[in-house]
Structures are given as C-alpha cells and as structure tokens.
C-alpha cells in the first residue's frame, strides 16, 4: 500500500496580499491531490502557480504552499485531508470531487477552492452556483453537460458507428453522472452504449480487453476521475492499435494520441483557482462567493491519429477546432 507523499514547495515572486499575511504572519495554501505529485509540475498546477505569482505570492516569503497527495489511494483521501487541516493552513485547494469533498469532511471552517470540479451542486458541495452557501467556492466545468455534443462530433465523424464503449471510473461522482448523459445522448444518436464502469486500475486490462473483444465502433472516456488521468496514455494507446477512436472531455487524452476532446480549458480554470485563493487571503468569505464556469470550450482533434485509423476528417470540422494536433 503507497504511503502518502508531503512536500512543502515554492512558487515565485510578488507583493503581499494584505489581510492574512498581516493578522496572522505568513498563509498557508494546502494543496491536496489524489493523484502523486509530480516535478515538474503537471501544466495545470503550473497554471495556478503562475496566477499565484500574478497575484503577487512568493512562497517563503509571503506564503507557503503545503502539498499533500493520497498517492492515487482513494481510501486515503479523507486522512489526508484531515492532516491538512491538522496543519492549520488559511485555505484548501484542489481538483476533482474526491479531493473536494475529503476536504469538506475534514473542515466546515476554512475555506476550500475547487480548481476544476464537475457539477459540485450534483455532488453536495455547494448549495447552488450563484450561493455556495458554506465554506467551499471555486471554478467548475459541467461535464455531463457537454456529454451530449461530444457524442455529436463523434456521429460527424464516424455517421456509421453503430455501438460505443463508455469507461468511467465510478469511483467518481461526476464521471458517473456524466455517463448518464453521454448514454442518453449515444441512444438518441442512434448508437447503443455499452457500458464498462472501472473501480481500481487492476481491473483496467482486463475491461480493456473486453472492450477489444466486443469491436464497438469508438470508447468515449469520461473526464473526471483519477483513472483518467492516471492512464490517459494507455487508453489512447488502446484506441490506436484497435484502430478505435478514443473521444473524451480532457484535452490530454487527444494529445496522448486520442481522436477528440471537447472540454472546458483546464488550465485556465486552474488559473482562475488562484484568484479564488487570492480573495479569500484578502479577506473574502466563500459562501458568498459564486462558482465561477469556464468561458472557454476547445475542441481539439489528433489529426495523426485520424490517418493512423483511416478516419477523414470533415474540413467543416477542421474548421471549427480550436487546436489540431499533428
């Protein structure tokens, strides 16, 4: 069993922020992760890092950032969380409903800042959008809600496909609501879904082999989850040699060598994270502050991986995309 990692970083320059930093000495951001915490920094928390140093925190100077990771251990995650709380930091941060949600086990009191999470209202987080109504706010996407477009594109591009695979990992709140939606919207398309719900990463070969025996005509991963983002090169590397296309709603997935994503910009809501944290150090209550949701939705397509699997890709789509890897 994986041992949870601490790591106490820095991030860069700046001028301090007022309140906090002055009632109380220098604040402390924790920063929880399910997944292990990697150097460098993966590009979303560098985007928050970044933002961090724009709203002009230099740890070691004016602030301390704490890390703690469950090591990608779900069962680990609420101990974690209380071990941040333990250590009496002035706000929480994260990304995912796990993290979250451990966190708001683990305190009513300080405030926690979602990064990027799905529906926190669906979950329980969060009273409503506009009233958070308790001591969570931050920045969320609607997964489920772009479920139904994603299932389009791929209709566009494949107008044959008859069947689609859906992976989750369901030990995921939101990727389990977001197949709801990706189901209905597959029915509706004229395609049936075949579902394969994942709960542990020693069941993946095994559901993948499934889903190699079964030939459907594409896999449609669900975005939320740490088995996601723990093996987005696997399940794109899968989809290539089943001459499969792999569509998602992380962007990460496509560049790993999967068809298409349509999803909100991560980084950028990481960066928007920041700004969250930066009004709380300055004085702000998070029950009064609204979610914010992202502006901005890419559509991003491999064309690479098109030609590896024989797929032409309509120009009218081309057009539309937002980035095209080659």
């Known amino acids: 069993m994986k041992r949870r990692a601490f790591l106490a970083l820095a991030a860069a320059a700046g001028a301090a922020p007022r309140v906090l930093a002055q009632a109380k000495g220098v604040p402390r951001i924790g920063y929880l992760l399910l997944t292990p915490e990697v150097e460098p920094p993966s590009r979303e928390r560098q985007a928050f890092l970044d933002a961090l140093r724009a709203h002009g925190y230099a740890p070691g100077k004016n602030v301390e950032i704490l890390y703690r990771s469950a090591e990608g251990e779900p069962e680990f995650m609420d101990e974690v969380a209380r071990e941040m709380v333990a250590a009496k930091v002035d706000v929480i941060v994260g990304s995912g409903s796990q ?84 189901q209905a919207a597959a029915r509706g398309l004229g395609m049936t879904p075949l579902p394969y719900p994942v709960a542990r990463d020693g069941e993946l070969d095994d559901i993948l082999a499934r889903i190699g025996a079964q030939r459907p005509d594409a896999l449609y991963v669900a975005f939320e989850g740490r088995l996601v983002a723990g093996n987005r090169h696997a399940l794109a590397q899968f989809g290539l040699r089943q001459r499969m296309p792999v569509i998602s709603g992380w962007s990460r997935v496509t560049e790993a060598g999967g068809l298409l994503s349509y999803a909100a910009d991560i980084p950028a809501m990481f960066a928007r994270g920041a700004a969250f944290v930066h009004r709380i150090l300055s004085g702000e209550r998070p029950e009064r502050m609204a979610i914010e949701l992202p502006t901005r939705v890419e559509l991003v397509i491999n064309r690479t991986t098109a030609k590896a699997l024989g797929i032409k890709l309509p120009n009218a789509l081309l057009v539309r995309s937002d980035r095209v890897i080659e």
């Open 99 to 182: 993290p979250i949600l451990s966190a708001m086990r683990a305190t009513r009191s300080i405030p926690v800042v979602m990064l990027a999470v799905g529906d926190p209202v669906g979950i329980g987080a969060v009273q409503s959008i506009a009233r958070p109504g308790a001591n969570v706010t931050g920045v969320s996407f609607i997964s489920s809600d772009l479920a139904p477009k994603r299932m389009q594109l791929l209709r566009e591009l494949l107008p044959r496909a008859r069947s689609v695979a859906v992976l989750w990992d369901t030990q995921n709140a939101n990727a389990s609501e977001e197949v709801v939606a990706a």
